[in-house]
């Protein structure tokens, strides 16, 4: 039977990967690291899109393409690393973006991890979260670091897998990682003024949706909401503020909607319950709740203070 092209791939383990590349098989079935420069046969791709059971890490010497980040700014020439977690698609029909072949591709199954402290440390990782066009765009120095640790990785599995070899490769890729969360951080800084662009954009996105009353209709404005009229992940919407304000987007939310329950409360006479519904609250004891927690203060008490 003809697969739909429209339909997904999905690897359920490392070997069906390799066999579909045109790779090598794996050396260990739960981890795989390719380093595209010593492979003699060439690596082909699927034509659709496809679905991994396992996280992968990509490192492309060129960001080339349409691939763009934020604002379409690029810090660095020098390539990036990008993140997918498990069950996530990956390309698709029409994706014809960045078309180079990644130098290295590190492939990890959930089961490697397991009873190690890093198989639940790495779903803290936002960054697997993020968009193909968010990419981590890395410097020389970050970039040899990168490098380097692949190398390291690559040697290790070079050799047969033990008990002690796992423990390294464990702490290898738990490095990787937290040197990416490091260079992301770094990468928030440095487009600083892109990001202050976006956050510019995200207060104009929450003016509007409450000055034009879209809670009646549309309830609370939620992270998706957002991400999507900033055509950014949620994930990578909330690191960014983060870095900016120390708050992640669904904090940034609640206290736009505090300072909207806070004038509406000391410039009308509505009741409480009618402020909670037109801020989205279906339930004003949700909207009492919040606004305890974040004030300190009922909103009866709040308005009292005002007469």
Known sequence: ?????????????????????????????????????????????????????????????????????????????EGGLLFAAPNQIIGN???????????????????????????KKIKQYDFFSYS??????????????IISLFTLMEEELNCRIDDFSQDIMISQIELLLNYASLFYRRQFITRKAESSDLLLKLEEILEEFFNNEK???????????????LNISPGYLSDMLRSLTGQNAQQHIHQKLIEKAKETLSTTSL?????????????????????????????????????
Request: hydrophobic fraction near 35%; proline fraction near 6%; charged fraction near 25%.
């Open 1 to 77: 039977m003809k697969r739909e092209k429209n339909i997904p791939i999905k690897f359920n383990s490392l070997s069906d990967a390799h066999r579909a590349f045109g790779l090598p098989r794996p050396l260990h079935p739960l981890i795989s690291l390719i380093n595209s420069a010593k492979i003699h046969a060439e690596i082909t791709r699927p034509q659709q899109a496809h679905v991994l059971n396992f996280y992968k890490i990509s490192y492309k010497p060129k960001l080339s393409g349409k691939l763009r980040y934020g604002q379409d700014y690029y810090d660095f020439d």
């Open 271 to 307: 009741s409480v319950s009618e402020v909670a519904y037109r801020l989205g609250f279906e339930h004003p004891q949700s909207f009492s709740k919040l606004f305890k927690i974040k004030t300190n203060v009922s909103p009866v008490e709040f308005r009292r203070s005002f007469n």
């Open 132 to 145: 193909a066009n968010e990419a981590l765009h890395l410097s020389e120095a970050e970039k040899e670091k």
């Open 215 to 229: 809670t009646l209709s549309q309830g609370i404005p939620t992270v998706q909401y957002l991400s999507e009229n």
């Open 93 to 119: 029909n029409n994706q014809d973006e960045n078309r180079e072949c990644s130098l290295f591709t590190l492939l990890v199954h959930p089961d490697f991890l397991w009873n190690y402290p890093l198989a």
